[in-house]
């Protein structure tokens, strides 16, 4: 499979939930699909003006094609990756949650090495003792010549939704 059907149909699927962006600069790093979803939950009392709770939830996709992986650049998306957590999370009393999802889709390979550095990456922080809610990130490595998804602890959540298919 080639980048260009790969990214299409990320976007096909991406595109009911998710508000997406071709060509998206962050950083001085071109990514090729930035995509961000906002959802917010709120409970009330006989009238939307009497609210007992409410809280949001935010998820951040950042999606790179790269001909082949190296470490060098896996350290760099990394990098970029936590300083988004910093950028894109706006903690408050109503804030539940935010994801920032990497997406690194590798046309010619990742060497061997790499794929426990992918496995092991984890990043987690909570605001408050948790009361202004939590950022985490997940990391996702496609391997289009292989047709493989690696990911860490937190990206096996969606892993299916990103395999080739």
């Not at 988004?84 to 999802?101: G, L, N, Q, R």
């Amino acid at each position: 499979m080639n980048t260009e059907k790969y990214l299409e149909g990320i976007e096909q699927k991406l595109s009911r939930y998710f508000d997406i962006e071709k060509a998206y600069k962050y950083k001085n790093i071109d990514f090729e699909m930035f995509a961000k979803s906002f959802v917010r939950n709120e409970r009330y009392f006989a009238s939307k003006k009497f609210t007992i709770y409410a809280y949001e939830s935010n998820e951040n996709i950042f999606i790179k094609c790269i001909s082949r992986l190296d470490e060098a650049t896996l350290l760099q998306i990394k990098d970029h990756l936590k300083s988004a957590t910093e950028d894109y999370v706006k903690p408050h009393s109503e804030h539940m949650s935010t994801i920032i999802t990497g997406i690194v889709v590798v046309e010619n390979g990742i060497e061997e090495h790499l794929k426990k550095m992918i496995q092991k990456y984890n990043y987690l922080r909570s605001f408050a003792f948790g009361f202004k809610g939590w950022v985490y990130i997940r990391l996702i490595v496609v391997d289009l010549k292989k047709g493989e998804v690696l990911t860490n602890r937190r990206g096996k959540e969606v892993k299916k939704f990103y395999e080739i298919s």
